[in-house]
């Protein structure tokens, strides 16, 4: 069992930058796959960025490449979203989720997650 909660979301500026954490329970962190997700108001949950358990694979969202990085500290559990260049419509819920993976993949899809966080606010005022 594994125990996900975001912090970090609030309101920022167009064009501003955020850093979300995602702090992870228990001692297998680093067999898991990490992934974010986002929910905007009205629309169903996408996927935003994906990191292998080593933090050496990483795979984004056409949306937010460029501008979002995912990365990983298996030391302190946690994996990290920094979002810079932010814009209006990445205004969502974001959530943090855990894969468990046999071997250094990623997951992109939302049902292959076997555990989510909570989510936590980003509002981006324009």
């Known amino acids: 069992q594994v125990q996900l909660v975001e912090s970090g979301g609030g309101l920022v500026q167009t064009g501003g930058s955020q850093r979300l954490s995602c702090a992870a329970s228990?001692?297998?962190?680093?067999?898991?796959?990490m992934g974010w997700f986002r929910q905007a108001p009205g629309k169903e949950r996408e996927f935003v960025a994906a990191?292998?358990?080593?933090?050496?694979?990483?795979y984004y969202a056409d949306s937010v490449k460029g501008r979002f990085t995912i990365s990983r500290d298996n030391a302190k559990n946690t994996v990290y979203l920094q979002m810079n260049n932010l814009k209006p419509e990445d205004t969502a819920v974001y959530y943090c989720?855990?894969?468990?993976?046999?071997?250094?993949?990623?997951?992109?899809?939302?049902?292959?997650?076997?555990?989510w966080g909570q989510g936590t606010q980003v509002t981006v005022s324009s």
């Open positions: 228990g001692r297998t962190f680093s067999t898991y796959a």
């Open positions: 990191i292998s358990r080593s933090g050496v694979i990483t």
């Open positions: 989720a855990a894969a468990q993976v046999p071997w250094s993949s990623i997951r992109t899809t939302q049902s292959m997650y076997d555990y």
